[in-house]
Protein backbone atom coordinates (compact mmCIF):
# COMPACT_ATOMS: atom_id res chain seq x y z
CA UNK A 1 0.00 0.00 0.00
CA UNK A 2 2.84 2.70 1.13
CA UNK A 3 4.61 1.52 -2.72
CA UNK A 4 1.19 2.57 -4.32
CA UNK A 5 1.16 5.97 -2.23
CA UNK A 6 4.91 6.61 -3.07
CA UNK A 7 4.17 5.87 -6.84
CA UNK A 8 1.02 7.89 -7.02
CA UNK A 9 3.16 10.89 -5.81
CA UNK A 10 5.49 10.24 -8.10
CA UNK A 11 3.29 10.40 -11.08
CA UNK A 12 1.67 13.24 -9.69
CA UNK A 13 4.75 15.46 -9.09
CA UNK A 14 6.28 14.35 -12.31
CA UNK A 15 2.77 15.85 -13.79
CA UNK A 16 2.59 18.96 -12.18
CA UNK A 17 6.54 19.61 -12.85
CA UNK A 18 5.66 18.56 -17.01
CA UNK A 19 2.97 20.88 -16.58
CA UNK A 20 4.77 23.84 -15.15
CA UNK A 21 6.82 23.80 -18.13
CA UNK A 22 4.18 23.99 -20.51
CA UNK A 23 2.54 27.21 -21.33
CA UNK A 24 -0.65 26.98 -23.03
CA UNK A 25 -1.95 30.32 -24.63
CA UNK A 26 -5.34 31.28 -26.71
CA UNK A 27 -5.24 34.62 -28.24
CA UNK A 28 -8.58 36.38 -29.43
CA UNK A 29 -7.87 37.63 -32.56
CA UNK A 30 -8.61 41.58 -32.05
CA UNK A 31 -11.56 41.76 -34.78
CA UNK A 32 -11.77 45.55 -35.22
CA UNK A 33 -7.79 45.91 -36.41
CA UNK A 34 -7.74 42.34 -38.40
CA UNK A 35 -8.41 42.25 -41.87
CA UNK A 36 -9.45 39.72 -45.26
CA UNK A 37 -9.21 40.56 -48.48
CA UNK A 38 -10.01 39.01 -51.84
CA UNK A 39 -8.98 38.88 -55.16
CA UNK A 40 -10.99 36.80 -57.75
CA UNK A 41 -9.81 36.17 -61.44
CA UNK A 42 -11.32 35.98 -64.70
CA UNK A 43 -9.62 36.05 -67.91
CA UNK A 44 -10.75 39.73 -68.90
CA UNK A 45 -9.18 40.94 -65.31
CA UNK A 46 -10.51 40.31 -61.47
CA UNK A 47 -12.11 42.16 -58.77
CA UNK A 48 -11.27 42.74 -54.94
CA UNK A 49 -12.76 43.93 -51.94
CA UNK A 50 -12.78 42.35 -47.92
CA UNK A 51 -14.54 39.93 -45.84
CA UNK A 52 -15.45 40.51 -42.10
CA UNK A 53 -13.83 38.58 -39.28
CA UNK A 54 -16.58 37.38 -36.78
CA UNK A 55 -14.70 35.49 -34.67
CA UNK A 56 -10.83 34.25 -34.11
CA UNK A 57 -8.61 32.82 -31.55
CA UNK A 58 -4.61 31.69 -32.46
CA UNK A 59 -3.40 28.97 -29.59
CA UNK A 60 0.68 28.93 -28.91
CA UNK A 61 2.26 26.42 -26.57
CA UNK A 62 5.40 27.36 -25.49
CA UNK A 63 5.21 30.61 -27.81
CA UNK A 64 4.91 28.45 -30.80
CA UNK A 65 1.86 28.03 -33.02
CA UNK A 66 -0.30 25.06 -32.26
CA UNK A 67 -3.84 25.67 -33.38
CA UNK A 68 -6.07 28.50 -34.42
CA UNK A 69 -10.26 28.70 -35.28
CA UNK A 70 -11.81 31.66 -37.36
CA UNK A 71 -15.35 32.35 -38.10
CA UNK A 72 -16.01 34.73 -41.60
CA UNK A 73 -18.77 36.80 -41.65
CA UNK A 74 -19.67 35.78 -45.76
CA UNK A 75 -22.32 38.52 -45.97
CA UNK A 76 -20.20 41.35 -44.77
CA UNK A 77 -18.82 40.62 -49.04
CA UNK A 78 -17.43 43.83 -50.18
CA UNK A 79 -16.18 45.00 -53.47
CA UNK A 80 -13.71 47.59 -53.53
CA UNK A 81 -12.29 47.86 -56.60
CA UNK A 82 -15.62 49.09 -58.52
CA UNK A 83 -17.68 52.61 -57.53
CA UNK A 84 -21.17 52.46 -55.81
CA UNK A 85 -23.59 53.09 -59.23
CA UNK A 86 -21.09 51.90 -61.35
CA UNK A 87 -21.22 47.95 -61.08
CA UNK A 88 -20.24 47.56 -56.79
CA UNK A 89 -24.13 46.94 -56.17
CA UNK A 90 -24.76 44.23 -58.93
CA UNK A 91 -21.12 42.26 -58.20
CA UNK A 92 -22.22 41.91 -54.65
CA UNK A 93 -25.00 41.25 -54.69
CA UNK A 94 -24.22 38.27 -57.19
CA UNK A 95 -21.51 37.08 -54.95
CA UNK A 96 -24.01 36.63 -52.30
CA UNK A 97 -26.53 35.10 -54.25
CA UNK A 98 -26.62 31.09 -54.65
CA UNK A 99 -24.47 31.27 -57.45
CA UNK A 100 -21.16 32.04 -55.74
CA UNK A 101 -21.52 32.01 -51.73
CA UNK A 102 -25.51 31.63 -50.70
CA UNK A 103 -24.71 33.64 -48.09
CA UNK A 104 -28.67 33.60 -47.18
CA UNK A 105 -27.99 30.03 -46.15
CA UNK A 106 -24.58 30.03 -45.76
CA UNK A 107 -24.13 33.53 -43.59
CA UNK A 108 -20.62 31.61 -42.00
CA UNK A 109 -17.48 30.36 -43.43
CA UNK A 110 -15.27 28.72 -40.78
CA UNK A 111 -11.45 27.69 -40.78
CA UNK A 112 -10.26 25.34 -38.18
CA UNK A 113 -6.46 24.73 -37.94
CA UNK A 114 -5.61 21.22 -37.63
CA UNK A 115 -1.61 20.32 -38.18
CA UNK A 116 1.01 23.27 -37.66
CA UNK A 117 4.62 23.07 -38.92
CA UNK A 118 7.61 25.09 -38.25
CA UNK A 119 8.87 27.25 -35.89
CA UNK A 120 9.98 31.04 -34.84
CA UNK A 121 7.32 32.82 -36.31
CA UNK A 122 7.26 31.15 -39.35
CA UNK A 123 4.66 28.34 -40.08
CA UNK A 124 3.24 26.02 -42.43
CA UNK A 125 -0.42 25.54 -41.43
CA UNK A 126 -2.93 22.58 -42.88
CA UNK A 127 -6.72 23.49 -41.63
CA UNK A 128 -10.25 22.42 -42.47
CA UNK A 129 -12.09 25.20 -44.76
CA UNK A 130 -16.11 25.27 -44.65
CA UNK A 131 -17.67 27.49 -47.02
CA UNK A 132 -21.15 26.61 -48.13
CA UNK A 133 -21.72 24.02 -45.53
CA UNK A 134 -18.82 22.18 -47.37
CA UNK A 135 -15.43 21.33 -46.02
CA UNK A 136 -12.08 20.59 -47.56
CA UNK A 137 -8.53 20.31 -46.15
CA UNK A 138 -6.46 23.89 -46.96
CA UNK A 139 -2.41 24.43 -46.56
CA UNK A 140 -0.88 28.00 -45.93
CA UNK A 141 2.28 29.53 -45.17
CA UNK A 142 1.92 31.40 -42.07
CA UNK A 143 4.11 34.31 -40.61
CA UNK A 144 4.12 35.76 -36.77
CA UNK A 145 5.39 38.88 -35.82
CA UNK A 146 4.84 41.80 -33.18
CA UNK A 147 1.27 39.69 -32.46
CA UNK A 148 0.07 39.86 -35.85
CA UNK A 149 -0.45 36.85 -38.35
CA UNK A 150 -0.02 37.39 -42.04
CA UNK A 151 -1.08 34.52 -44.74
CA UNK A 152 -2.12 34.31 -48.14
CA UNK A 153 -3.81 31.85 -49.27
CA UNK A 154 -5.47 30.09 -52.65
CA UNK A 155 -8.92 28.61 -52.58
CA UNK A 156 -10.32 26.62 -55.11
CA UNK A 157 -13.98 27.77 -55.44
CA UNK A 158 -14.96 24.84 -56.78
CA UNK A 159 -14.79 22.01 -54.42
CA UNK A 160 -17.34 24.40 -52.35
CA UNK A 161 -19.78 23.79 -55.13
CA UNK A 162 -19.05 27.63 -56.47
CA UNK A 163 -19.32 27.09 -60.11
CA UNK A 164 -20.57 29.68 -61.74
CA UNK A 165 -18.32 30.45 -64.84
CA UNK A 166 -16.18 28.05 -64.35
CA UNK A 167 -14.05 27.11 -67.29
CA UNK A 168 -13.81 23.16 -65.38
CA UNK A 169 -17.35 22.95 -65.56
CA UNK A 170 -18.92 25.11 -68.55
CA UNK A 171 -17.63 24.88 -72.37
CA UNK A 172 -17.33 28.00 -74.88
CA UNK A 173 -16.91 30.88 -71.83
CA UNK A 174 -14.18 31.91 -73.63
CA UNK A 175 -13.87 35.15 -72.83
CA UNK A 176 -16.45 35.10 -69.72
CA UNK A 177 -14.55 32.59 -67.18
CA UNK A 178 -13.27 32.75 -64.38
CA UNK A 179 -10.98 31.12 -63.06
CA UNK A 180 -11.45 28.98 -60.29
CA UNK A 181 -9.30 30.05 -57.42
CA UNK A 182 -9.44 33.13 -55.71
CA UNK A 183 -6.99 34.57 -53.10
CA UNK A 184 -7.26 35.60 -49.36
CA UNK A 185 -4.56 37.78 -47.82
CA UNK A 186 -5.58 37.39 -44.17
CA UNK A 187 -3.79 39.96 -41.60
CA UNK A 188 -5.05 39.11 -37.92
CA UNK A 189 -3.62 40.86 -34.82
CA UNK A 190 -3.78 40.02 -31.35
Do not use: Q
Not at 119 to 136: A, M, P, Q, R, V
Amino acid sequence: MKTNTLKTAAILILALTFASFTSVMKNEVKISESTISWKGHKVTGSHEGTINLLDGTLIFENDELTGGNFVMDMTSINVTDLEAGKGKEKLEGHLKSDDFFGTSNHAKANLNITNVKGKNGNYNITGDLTIKGKTHPISFDMTIADNTATASLKVDRTKYDIKYGSASFFDGLKDKAIYDEFDLNVKLKF
